[in-house]
């Protein structure tokens, strides 16, 4: 399967996208601004975001999330009061 290192190996976001779809479980998702759509993917051991602009439909940016404050816009996100 993927790893951080052979997912950022992909050379296109076409093909990264691909792989996100073939390979991956869609977690959780969140808008910006009216803007964007953000999408989280769990690829076995690790996260992707999927940018999607939403006036264009195109997908802007694929980043694997391997740093902390990344997750804060997920994170805030989540309702506490779901959990319990």
């Known amino acids: 399967m993927f790893?951080?290192?052979t997912f950022h190996k992909i050379?296109?976001?076409a093909?990264?996208?691909?792989a996100?779809?073939?390979?991956?479980?869609?977690?959780?998702?969140r808008f910006i601004y009216g803007k964007y759509e953000i999408?989280?993917?769990s690829l076995s051991d690790f996260f992707?975001?999927?940018w999607t602009d939403l006036k264009?439909?195109?997908i802007e940016r694929i980043e694997v999330l391997d740093k902390e404050e990344?997750?804060?816009g997920f994170l805030e996100s989540v309702k506490l009061k779901a959990l319990f």
Request: proline content about 6%.
């Open 20 to 29: 996100v779809l073939q390979y991956g479980t869609l977690a959780d998702e």
């Open 11 to 13: 050379p296109t976001k």
């Open 39 to 41: 999408k989280i993917y």
């Open 56 to 58: 264009s439909n195109e």
């Open 48 to 50: 992707v975001e999927v």
């Open 70 to 72: 990344a997750w804060s």
């Open 15 to 18: 093909e990264q996208f691909t």
């Open 3 to 5: 790893s951080p290192e």
